[in-house]
């Protein structure tokens, strides 16, 4: 049988760390291409995007993919680039804390990112606060109704009744806006109407790989200062074992390669022990 040829042009990166990748048939090879191909140019979009909430030419945006393979990095990386008035809330918020969030960096030169805050979803107040902050209206007004005083801090006093928001927000989440629970669709459907949505459609296990590799490609390795040999190495185990590791992630990558660099001569046992699903 003879295998149909492509037109398709490698990657300059793909091909400079060819090394890394295992040996596959053409078919197989192909595939691996398409993937690289489809990540490369959704983290691309993602990394333009954030630009884009940063200068102000987009209000919100919703970027949504599995832990640990670069989404938070990609955001963070381009902030702190900028170095601009940005705060990065992770792991949840209260209806109070969201408010004095929102409240203190209200201005057109300030930037929210949600990182991780999914909880913010499951009530009501929050999402309601969260979809007036990203209207599309001219004028964004957030109002929060209550008898109680809330202050901000000392230096921004009370916060009032009602105020008009123009800042911007990055939300970063594990949750699949475009296909969510029942309880959570109306208000996903609400936040996606108002943003810019990246699904960046890491589905399966060589998803996963793929994506370390190209982190790999770009340096994630550079302060371990492990060599091509040793890199190639924590490689090779990860696609040797990528169905019986507790996580396919950058953060397992990372754990591997201190391993092989600190234990030459037993890293894979101690890698066998700590870094698989147990029988």
């Given at each position: ?193 108002r943003s810019h949505y990246i699904d960046l459609q890491m589905k399966s296990s060589r998803d996963y790989i793929i994506r370390i590799k190209q982190v790999v490609a770009t340096g994630l390795f550079t302060s371990l200062g ?54």
């Amino acid at each position: 049988m003879r295998v149909k040829r492509t037109n398709r042009k490698l990657p300059r990166e793909y091909k400079a760390n060819r090394k890394l990748l295992p040996s596959y048939d053409v078919e197989s090879f192909e595939s691996d291409i398409e993937i690289w191909n489809k990540l490369d140019k959704r983290f691309r979009v993602l990394d333009t995007l954030t630009n884009h909430v940063i200068n102000g030419s987009a209000r919100s945006l919703i970027v949504y993919g599995p832990a640990g393979l670069g989404k938070s990095y990609t955001v963070e990386a381009a902030l702190e680039c900028w170095g601009g008035n940005y705060e990065i809330i992770k792991g949840g918020a209260t209806k109070i804390g969201l408010l004095r969030t929102l409240y203190k960096y209200r201005s057109r030169d300030s930037v929210v990112v949600f990182d991780d805050c999914d909880s913010i979803l499951l009530d009501l107040e929050c999402i309601s606060l969260l979809k007036a902050a990203c209207d599309t209206t001219e004028r964004r007004r957030i109002s929060y109704m209550t008898n109680d005083k809330i202050t901000a801090d000392d230096e921004l006093g009370t916060i009032p009744g009602t105020w008009e928001f123009e800042g911007r927000i990055i939300f970063i989440t594990n949750t699949d806006f475009a296909n969510a629970p029942p309880k959570l669709a109306p208000h996903c459907e609400a936040m996606i109407s108002r943003s810019h949505y990246i699904d960046l459609q890491m589905k399966s296990s060589r998803d996963y790989i793929i994506r370390i590799k190209q982190v790999v490609a770009t340096g994630l390795f550079t302060s371990l200062g492990l060599t091509k040999e040793m890199i190639v190495d924590v490689m090779k185990y990860i696609d040797d074992n990528e169905r019986v590791l507790r996580e396919l992630s950058l953060r397992m990558a990372i754990k591997l390669g201190a391993l092989r660099k600190d234990s030459a001569d037993d890293w894979k046992e101690i890698a066998d022990v700590t870094c698989k699903k147990g029988d």
